[in-house]
T-cell receptor, first 112, second 114 residues
Framework: EAQVTQNPRYLITVTGKKLTVTCSQNMNHEYMSWYRQDPGLGLRQIYYSMNVEVTDKGDVPEGYKVSRKEKRNFPLILESPSPNQTSLYFC???????????FGQGTRLTVV | GDSVTQMEGPVTLSEEAFLTINCTYTATGYPSLFWYVQYPGEGLQLLLKATKADDKGSNKGFEATYRKETTSFHLEKGSVQVSDSAVYFCALSDRAGGGNKLTFGTGTQLKVEL
């Protein structure tokens, strides 16, 4: 089954404790992105990747890092999480540029 | 920059009622348009799409027509069911906007009651 898998689904952490949210896709897609979803704001892109070792900032990259060492994986790293990063995070992948994306199930992160 | 505006929710309808969720957009270039649906506790699923003016996207009884003259992509369904209760997002992808991203509206929650 074609899918984008994120882990964990739920995470509660404390301010400043580094964390990683993993994302993996099995569709051999070139393009992957991270979004955060906040009430009243819709989804906003954090980072995206066009291929292995090629990443770029989205609209809200501050406080986040990403890496793309393998085509299928695109982890999101919060090196020093803060409460304003409490949000619902989605990983997405797409076969081509500027086309529809396939989304993971989401990771609900709470930073206290 | 690019933006998408959707009608505020929640929208509450009785089963078998007609549904319209309005969506308008601004874009630098000539975007592709999408509707995504998010069921409770799940990720976003593509509902339908349209890539050029006057295209009609359709799926599961839902339809939307790409109207370039009014910069709109309204979602419609003739007879909603309880199982259609979800949050609906209008989105665009614009090559001229850069960033290989989808620009989303804020979402419209639909509740369908018996």
């Amino acid at each position: 089954e074609a899918q984008v898998t994120q882990n964990p689904r739920y995470l509660i952490t404390v301010t400043g404790k580094k964390l990683t949210v993993t994302c993996s896709q099995n569709m051999n897609h070139e393009y992957m992105s991270w979004y955060r979803q906040d009430p009243g704001l819709g989804l906003r892109q954090i980072y995206y990747s066009m291929n292995v070792e090629v990443t770029d900032k989205g609209d809200v990259p501050e406080g986040y890092k990403v890496s793309r060492k393998e085509k299928r994986n695109f982890p999101l790293i919060l090196e020093s999480p803060s409460p304003n990063q409490t949000s619902l995070y989605f990983c997405a992948s797409s076969a081509r540029e500027y086309t529809e994306a396939f989304f993971g199930q989401g990771t609900r992160l709470t930073v206290v | 920059g690019d933006s998408v505006t959707q009608m505020e929710g929640p929208v509450t309808l009785s089963e078998e009622a007609f549904l319209t969720i309005n969506c308008t957009y601004t874009a630098t270039g000539y975007p592709s348009l999408f509707w995504y649906v998010q069921y409770p506790g799940e990720g976003l699923q593509l509902l339908l799409k349209a890539t050029k003016a006057d295209d009609k996207g359709s799926n599961k009884g839902f339809e939307a027509t790409y109207r370039k003259e009014t910069t709109s992509f309204h979602l419609e369904k003739g007879s909603v069911q309880v199982s259609d209760s979800a949050v609906y997002f209008c989105a665009l992808s614009d090559r001229a906007g850069g960033g290989n991203k989808l620009t989303f509206g804020t979402g419209t929650q639909l509740k369908v009651e018996l």
